[in-house]
């Protein structure tokens, strides 16, 4: 899943949201330790005495930037991946795995094991370039092969569909997340490229790194709305490709372009 694995997470706190356990508006303190690696921008803001913000906020970053720390917070507080897995399964939801929070993903994918110090972009740098080309190599390869942090295209479709119908989360749950999806900045040119006049997309991207050539996963899904109420469910995950990010992403804009046809 890649960065899918976000829009997974808000769905989990929002649940805790509609079960009164939380509120959008509870304060959190990211502080330093509570960095993760990659595309983080909330690393920006967390200074000396951390970044004060709240957990709707969290959700926001986390679905609309991509943001890996807001998520990694939020995945901690739920209690972790397991407690994501419950829910989902409390909801019928099937054919999605959620394991390992974004520290533990990113850093195993590239022959790592997480350390605290990490969370200082220099310092994993520093111990990404110190990891020899075989043991990248075969980290990479244990990836694509690894049943863990997944989803199948069906899978996601129906937990995709169960969130446009109102189904997974209360009225005013469901908006708010819905509201994020429409609102991501990353990837444009992927199924949001293919709409028509008229229409729009709630959605959430993931992408991982490449290796020798190969791209294990390039991923975008969401709900495309219509101007007359039409809602469509779709989901896109090309698997170990060889062929650029920009062809990789015209395929996906063709593929809405003809849901919406």
Do not use: C
Not at 84 to 107: C, F, P, W, Y
């Amino acid at each position: 899943m890649q960065s899918v694995m976000k829009l997974l997470v808000g769905v989990a706190v929002l649940d805790r949201v509609d079960r009164g356990e939380w509120r959008l508006t509870d304060e959190v303190i990211v502080r330093r330790e509570d960095l993760s690696v990659h595309v983080q921008p909330l690393a920006r803001l967390v200074g000396e005495r951390g970044f004060a913000t709240d957990i709707g906020d969290l959700v926001r970053r986390a679905v609309i930037a991509s943001d890996s720390a807001a998520t990694d917070v939020l995945l901690a507080r739920l209690g972790g991946p397991a407690r994501v897995q419950a829910l989902l399964r409390a909801k019928g939801v099937t054919g999605i795995r959620i394991d390992r929070d974004e520290r533990h993903l990113q850093t195993e994918t590239i022959g790592l094991k997480w350390r605290p110090e990490f969370v200082d972009a220099a310092a994993f740098d520093r111990a990404v370039a110190a990891v020899s080309t075989a043991r990248r190599a075969a980290a990479y390869r244990r990836y694509q092969a690894d049943a863990r942090d997944t989803a199948t295209p069906q899978g996601m479709t129906e937990l995709l569909w169960a969130l446009a119908q109102g189904r997974l989360l209360s009225p005013n749950s469901t908006e708010f997340l819905l509201q994020a999806m429409r609102d991501t900045t990353t990837f444009p040119d992927r199924l949001k490229a293919g709409l028509a006049p008229g229409w729009s997309i709630g959605h959430k991207t993931g992408t991982s790194g490449a290796w020798e050539g190969v791209t294990a996963a390039t991923n975008d899904v969401g709900i495309l709305f219509g101007p007359k109420g039409e809602r469509i469910a779709v989901t896109v995950f090309i698997g170990d490709s060889t062929a650029s990010a920009a062809d990789r992403a015209a395929v996906m804009a063709r593929i809405a372009a003809a849901a919406v046809r």
